[in-house]
Nanobody, 126 residues
């Protein structure tokens, strides 16, 4: 399984940016795809996750601003981020589980994921 995350970049406060992740050698039918982020001095945080059947989970800090979606046939997952804030600055990682994850509260836990992308830097400036 290989995850590729093109994109990232810099944006001003209040702006929008979409991240994409392409999964190669991976079937999404019963597994979860998730976005994590890691900011300097902070722990890695689960931001948004999507299950194979389309169920979604979001961190409280991004609810109403971020939207995760997937294109099953293309095995791609996207993260649309609106109204960006300086605290959204981080390296964003796409991750994929090796099987289904039971319990909606477990979807955003990093130890549930076996496959990780290389990460992409996003900087939000005022």
């Amino acid at each position: 399984v290989h995850l590729v995350e093109p994109g990232g970049g810099s944006v001003h406060v209040g702006g929008s940016l979409r991240l994409s992740c392409e999964a190669y050698g991976y079937a999404t039918s019963s597994r979860c795809l998730v976005w994590f982020r890691h900011a300097p001095g902070k722990e890695r945080e689960g931001v948004a996750g999507i299950e194979g059947h389309g169920g979604t989970s979001y961190a409280d800090s991004v609810k109403g601003r971020f939207t995760i979606s997937q294109v099953y046939a293309r095995k791609s997952v996207y993260l649309q981020r609106n109204n960006l804030k300086p605290e959204d600055t981080a390296v964003y990682y796409c991750a994929a589980s090796s099987g289904p994850i039971l319990g909606i509260r477990n979807v955003l836990l990093p130890n549930r994921y076996a496959y990780w992308g290389q990460g992409t830097q996003v900087t939000v400036s005022s």
